[in-house]
């Protein structure tokens, strides 16, 4: 490598201000209202009477320079060079000519990018590395997330679901995708097993120690050189330990399971925000489709559909109706694992006569 | 004891300042007493207890006292300050269980007043926050006798200590139209069961049960007792739809809506027109609606009644309220109610056999966690017992469930 | 004492059947609905059409055999001998004669009973033992309970509050006295002063240090003996201890002050039961009438009535309105004391954008 | 690298299953980028991820690869079996600092695109959880080309480790019209001032934040961020009269009243004839009416910022919220929005100084407790940061505090 002559600037976020589409910059702060002309397209009023269009598109999150250079292409020829991206990996353009809209879209259809994921639909699924880089998974979020849109597909470019649909997928139990009114996380069956060959090397063993949460790994002698034990009947199989040494071997094609959480708010619209809630648990992990994972959320989107109101949330309307007739609806069965034992556990016990027969 | 001129007291100053007021006094009722009785005890527990006004201070101290056979059932007191205040150097409490419910003829009542009064200080708590007929103050030497008279005429002991303690029931189906369970028989059917618990501590602490009519709840067992039994239905609430229309033709449509539709906890019940209709599959029998227009709504017809476990006060982990254990049983025939003795057993024993020393049975399943309880219970977990399913993956999970093979 | 004769009967409760009104015997479970004719008088109607009317009143609940032979005698005179009580306190008297109620009534309020207690009312004081017997008090709740029921003495006669009105007060921070709209209860403020010279003598010390919730009680030699010594930063002046051993001595006449607690509820209408929340403390414990402790608990008294809504519990007018308000209103201040910091203190937090300003 | 005749691929059967369907299949973006290009690395990826979808296990390990003078930026992967797939042996990430809002420019994105290609695998992540352009695949020997190439142009490494990360901000006042905050600009400003603690791990673990312009939260900020900043406003809505009667007029009183009305969650409204009237004492700014009426119905004029602390994943604790640390900020002047970055510090300078290794400030606040916090940070306590006050007796009650002496 050839000797360094730039000095690094420590500049922090690129500033946004030149990022920004010129009619934003002029009515910055000043919007009036928003319409939704369409699924998959925003109107944004502001006070000056600037209207401006926002196209929104699916994308694979996983991107290419390929792909990033033709919705370069589209920005360029409909929206003077800006184009922005949202929380969720759509991408979203703007313009304030309607008649650029269309063209737009059948741009966008033609190079494969659904147009939707606005109002009261399920936009893309929230997910994290997996396979392809992640140092821990158990699974491939990717492909989990790319399999569920197909499912959902319809749902992202109408707007018929009672309200917005985020769902996330997560390929450790760590679940760096988040909370979500549907969720996908990995959960485990057995406790690590310990790799001695390797740990002694690349065990920082105080750090392993403190990182399991229910203090279940114990210093040991194992050959002879000081290492690590587990001890199973306190560990719950949370593959904490994994993220801090590679030697906890937690990951296993077999007793690595999928689980599904429901519920997760982060709106404060009406309700405050919620975590999610276990309703399913033990799905095989089976790519490259996960059938059965895709199965059970569709049953679960179903039944969510057909029964609630208009602006309630997965959650919402689970609240409204009992947990009862959720499990009913979505067909899923209960069972014991799913009442809490963890540390706040009481406070989620039914301590009243409140009963739904 | 009493004397041919007034007996005399010793100036209570701080006390006498609870004579005023409409509401009525205990101090004056102590006076009276002592004064009619001439009753040391009654004037000494009154000087110490203006002592205790004055310097803010409790002078009582525990012991040991009791009747033959039994390890509990009297509370014991001795004065701290003796010297200072002899009359009431002793002043123990024996706590008698009353009728569920609380219910009492006069015969049965002026015999306990009598004898107390023979026997005791004549001072009586009706009742004490636990339900039990508590008579307070007597010295060492009567309590036996005391104990055997009134065991003759059918009473017994109540608890104190690590055992069951006395039962507490409301007034139940005796006279009350909103009682969905037959509390009182249960209540006198279950503490007769566990009477040897009651009486001798081999418990790992107290364990007391309350047992309401329905979930009004008007006897607070959710949040006092370790046991909890409600009445409760689930079928449909009984409508009398020519009540439903009077009601609204009385009170007014705004007060219908505003004071039932509105209030229903899952928004259960529509109007059409002036009939009401109740999704009964939402109600979750919490009562407001059958409270309000008792007249138009009663309970369902298929009765029985909730069991919650866990409740007690604050000590150590902070309030706890009991957790639904047993969403419905059935209780109305023998058999019936014998199963929910022997459920009740069941937990006693399982509890008192893994429990820490002091530790309540909510405390006990605290510590070991739902998941182990109900396993070594043998019990199904049911949706009824949480408000939500769990929110943290932190379970060890089993490699042998199967979620897409449905039960049953 | 004279030898023993009598061989226990271990009865267990005494059986309720013979207890009951002949009426309750006749229409036993087959009670079809109530309604309440004035303050303090319950009318019950069975399906075979009696009526039975229940007069209530207000009781020194610390009774005599002299009081509660008065009631025998009213019992007697208008209800063939049977009454009962109930569990605030309160005695009962039924008959299903109409006329007898006036002549009971007025015979009961010459006797200096109220008659009250009935639907909202503010009924009597749920209390404990205090001074008069318990081993642990650090006040009366009987005197207390007596200047309370003295200041709301209207409201118990009348029907006019929203909802029911459940008050208690207790006479050590265990709170014997439980769960209540407005509850009374001790709190310390200090730790306990251990009194060496009893301690060894009458202290299972085990059990005493297994009694404090913090693990701030440890074993130690004083003069050579065993004894305990209380860790000050930890302790949290709950006087556990003090149950356990009457050596941790944590009553004071000055350290020892009264605190407010709102909103609990044991019932099931409507909202499930509620734990109630601390609202003041550090009041003086000021006998023989606990002036202060009168005077807030009259303006949270007065601030529910004014504001809330029929059938509305204390905790429920509070939900409606937000604990902010109802600070305002009840004209308390609010302190970082009143933030929880115990075990379950982060599910009590704001975790959400909702706020009143 | 690339080659005349086209770029072979090797057989990627599992992975092939993912081209199938409508989504857009990031699995044909590879291979489309990897042919175009003839990258191996990319192949090897390829192929190294169809063995994990046949092996159901993940191969790669972490290591340690940096710029010059940065602790963290770039999450490096190394192969664990680098014998199998060789030309993936190596397949760092590099976290870029997007601009607030994910707002970009087709010359700059196209620089970085261009940039990347050439240096890097061309896989980019558009975005990361965290808000991060993730630069997926490159080799060490070419982190620091490529990090001085982008630098040039504006851009800074993000955060990874024990640092305080990159920020995120939703659209924001760019587009929406419901920001009543400016975030991108105090996320620009707060993430350029923390800089340092950015790039060089000095904290006790990860400190992320995140900006909402208002209670939406459209960014998650109060589930995933341990410092969340909430635009809101105090003073009345603003309703547009005529727009709420046209609104009513077009969607039926019934919508509105389903809709609306009985949806706020503290039932703040009430309707008068066609007119809203807004208990403005009584909402909580949730939004709702807001999101449902945005033409008639707008926040207020007196806006500022909530903040809450405390936010984090299920690690350890199961999942947390952040909670409300300040509930009212005015956040429009620089002086105002230096007050709130002064705030920010003093709260990281204690955490730091405090807290143990890997415990995130929300794990920190639980394990000192709030009254510690709150004393430590001399904050004021106030009743907006809890749901309820404390329903235990457990805490040091203070001997000096006097409840009627009103502050103030
Ligand atoms: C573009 C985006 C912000 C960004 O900076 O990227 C955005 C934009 C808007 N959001 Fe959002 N939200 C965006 C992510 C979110 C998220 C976070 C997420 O998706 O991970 C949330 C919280 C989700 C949650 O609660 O778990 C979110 C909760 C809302 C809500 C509240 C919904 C509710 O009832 O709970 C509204 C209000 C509404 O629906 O009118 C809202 C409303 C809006 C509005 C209407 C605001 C406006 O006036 O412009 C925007 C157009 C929305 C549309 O799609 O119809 N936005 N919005 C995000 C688009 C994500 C996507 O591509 O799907
Ligand atoms: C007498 C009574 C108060 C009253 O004046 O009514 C009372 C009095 C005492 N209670 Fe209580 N408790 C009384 C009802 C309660 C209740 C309410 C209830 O039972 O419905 C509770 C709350 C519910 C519960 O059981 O938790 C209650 C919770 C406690 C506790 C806290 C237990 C806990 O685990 O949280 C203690 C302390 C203990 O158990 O170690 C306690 C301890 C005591 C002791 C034994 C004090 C002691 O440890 O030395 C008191 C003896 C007083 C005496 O001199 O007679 N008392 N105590 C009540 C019993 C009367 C009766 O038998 O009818
Ligand atoms: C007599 C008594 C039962 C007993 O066995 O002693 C009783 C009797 C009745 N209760 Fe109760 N309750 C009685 C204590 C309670 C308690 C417990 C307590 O006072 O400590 C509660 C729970 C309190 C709580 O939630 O903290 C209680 C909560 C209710 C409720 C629910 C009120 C609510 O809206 O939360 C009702 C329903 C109603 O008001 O219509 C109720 C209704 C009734 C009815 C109307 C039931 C009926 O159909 O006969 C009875 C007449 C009530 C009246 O006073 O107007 N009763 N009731 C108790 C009288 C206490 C007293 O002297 O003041
Ligand atoms: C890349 C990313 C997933 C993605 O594909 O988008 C990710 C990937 C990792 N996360 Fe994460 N997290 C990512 C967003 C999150 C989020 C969401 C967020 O930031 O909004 C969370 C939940 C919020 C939070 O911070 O708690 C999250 C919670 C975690 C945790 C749990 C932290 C906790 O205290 O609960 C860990 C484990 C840890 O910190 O020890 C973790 C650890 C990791 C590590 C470093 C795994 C490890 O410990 O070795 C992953 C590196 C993957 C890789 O190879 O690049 N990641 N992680 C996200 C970061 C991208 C970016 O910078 O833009
Ligand atoms: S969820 Fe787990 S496996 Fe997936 S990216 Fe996050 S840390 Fe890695
Ligand atoms: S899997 Fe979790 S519980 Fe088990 S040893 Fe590792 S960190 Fe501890
Ligand atoms: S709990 Fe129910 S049955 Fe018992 S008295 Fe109260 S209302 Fe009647
Ligand atoms: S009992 Fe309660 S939940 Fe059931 S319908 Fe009536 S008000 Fe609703
Ligand atoms: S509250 Fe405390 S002092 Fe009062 S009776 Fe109960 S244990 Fe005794
Ligand atoms: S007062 Fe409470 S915290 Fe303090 S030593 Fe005694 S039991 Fe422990
Ligand atoms: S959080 Fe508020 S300001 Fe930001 S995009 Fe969402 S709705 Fe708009
Ligand atoms: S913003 Fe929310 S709380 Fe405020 S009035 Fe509208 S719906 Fe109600």
Known sequence: MAERTWKTI?????????????????????????????????????????????????????????????????????CEGHLRWTVRNNVEFMTPDWSSVESLISDLEKLGHPIGG????????????????????ATDASGAAKSIMDTVYEEYVREEMPNRVKLSTSCCEINCGGQADIAVVIQHTRPPRINHD????????????????????????????????????????????????????INHPEYSKLAIWVGGKNSNARSKPTTMKLVCHGLPN???????????????????????????????????????????????????????????????????????? | MSDEKEFQLNPTPHLD????????????????????????????????????????????????VGVHGYGA???????????????????????????????????????????????????????????????????????????????????????????????????????CDQACNDNLKLHEKMLTYFTDLVHRPQLPYKMKMKFAGCPNDCINSIQRADMSFIGTWRDDIQQ????????????????????????????????????????????????HCLNVMPKALSPGKDRGLTMLLGGKGILKMGNMLGAVIAPFMKCETDEEIEAVIEFVENIIDYWADNALDHERVGEFMERIGMHQFLEDMELDATIEMVNHPRDNPYFKASHDHDPLAKKG
Chains 1, 3 share one sequence.
């Open chain 2, 240 to 287: 009398d739809d020519a009540e439903v229309e009077k009601f609204i033709d009385e009170k007014g449509m705004d007060y219908v809506v505003n004071n039932v539709i509105t209030r229903c906890p899952t928004n259960a019940i529509t109007l059409e027109g002036k009939k009401m209709v109740i999704d009964n599959k939402d109600c979750v029998r919490c009562m």
């Open chain 2, 73 to 175: 059932g009297v509370i014991s007191r001795y004065s701290m300050i003796p010297d200072l205040f002899p009359e009431a150097k002793e002043f123990h409490t024996v706590r008698i269980q009353p009728p569920p419910g609380l219910h009492y003829n006069t015969k049965k009542l002026r015999f306990l007043c009598d004898t107390w009064e023979r026997l005791g200080s004549g001072l009586i708590n009706m009742h004490g926050q636990t339900g039990n007929l508590q008579m307070i103050g007597i010295g060492q030497d009567n309590v036996q006798e005391f104990f055997d008279e009134v065991n003759k005429e059918g009473w017994d002991l109540g608890g104190a200590g690590a055992v069951v303690r006395t039962g507490a029931s409301c007034v139940g189906p005796a006279r």
């Open chain 2, 17 to 64: 300042e609870l004579e005023k007021g409409p509401w009525p006094s205990f101090i004056s009722g102590f006076k009276e007493l002592a004064k009619r009785t001439g009753n040391t005890m009654v004037r000494g527990a009154l000087d110490q207890l203006n002592y205790s006004y004055e310097t803010r201070l409790g002078y009582w101290k525990g012991g040991v």
């Open chain 1, 286 to 357: 089976n790519p490259p489709r996960w059938p059965e994972v895709n199965a059970v959320m569709k049953r679960i989107l179903t039944a969510y559909k057909e029964g609630a109101r208009d602006w309630e949330r997965v959650g919402e309307w689970i609240d409204r109706i009992g947990w009862k007739r959720f499990f009913e609806l979505a067909d899923l069965d209960f069972d014991r694992f799913l009442i809490d034992n963890y540390r706040h556990a009481r406070t989620s016990f039914n301590t009243s006569a409140h009963i739904r027969f």
């Open chain 1, 198 to 249: 390797i740990l002694a090397n690349i065990c920082e063993m105080p750090s392993t120690v403190a990182r399991c949460p229910v203090a279940a790994i114990r210093p040991t002698t194992v050959n002879g050189k000081p290492s690590l034990m587990v001890v199973e009947e306190k560990c719950i199989y949370c593959g904490a330990c994994f993220g801090a040494c590679p030697a906890m071997e």
């Open chain 1, 118 to 137: 606005t109002g009261p639909s399920i936009s893309a699924v929230a997910h994290t590395q997996g396979w392809l880089h992640c140092d821990i998974p």
């Open chain 1, 10 to 78: 420590e500049s922090g976020p690129h500033p946004y201000m030149e990022m920004l589409h010129p009619v934003c910059i002029k009515n910055y702060g000043k919007w009036k209202y928003h319409e939704r002309p369409r699924p998959g397209v925003l109107k944004h009023v502001a006070e000056s009477g600037d209207v401006l269009y926002t196209v929104r598109a699916g994308t694979e999150r996983q991107d290419t320079v390929d792909i990033i250079r033709r919705f370069c292409d589209l920005a360029d020829k409909y």
